[in-house]
Nanobody, 126 residues
Framework: QVQLVESGGGSVQAGGSLRLSCAASRYTFNCMGWFRQAPGKEREGVAA????????YYADSVKGRFTISQDNAKNTVYLQMKSLKPEDTALYYCAGRVGGCTYGGYWNSALEFEYWGQGTQVTVSS
């Protein structure tokens, strides 16, 4: 059974940093992404990485602050988050898709990702 397991969430003050991890088991995806969903808001794409070549994609709201990376040996993807803001508060999900990040659509289209983790909470206080 394919599984995505996130870790690394928590509470931090504005300006702080957190690193999220997502370990994939039983499958190596061509594209791995991070999404987030705040209460009352739609799920939005935060970042994605094409695991075959390392191409990365970011939402405008996190560019320059978040970095997505991978460790192929561990089949793990990371999201390093710096200069966190209260508006970054959300439940963060890791997701994997069989196709490339932009195959058939936009990299931040949640519908294109077939597998999802359970989510990890990130709370940023002002």
């Amino acid at each position: 059974q394919v599984q995505l397991v996130e870790s690394g969430g928590g509470s931090v003050q504005a300006g702080g940093s957190l690193r999220l991890s997502c370990a994939a088991s039983r499958y190596t995806f061509n594209c791995m992404g991070w999404f987030r969903q705040a209460p009352g808001k739609e799920r939005e794409g935060v970042a994605a990485i094409y695991t075959g070549g390392g191409t990365t994609y970011y939402a405008d709201s996190v560019k320059g602050r978040f970095t997505i990376s991978q460790d192929n040996a561990k089949n793990t993807v990371y999201l390093q988050m710096k200069s966190l803001k209260p508006e970054d508060t959300a439940l963060y999900y890791c997701a994997g898709r069989v196709g490339g990040c932009t195959y058939g659509g936009y990299w931040n289209s949640a519908l294109e990702f077939e597998y999802w983790g359970q989510g990890t909470q990130v709370t940023v206080s002002s």
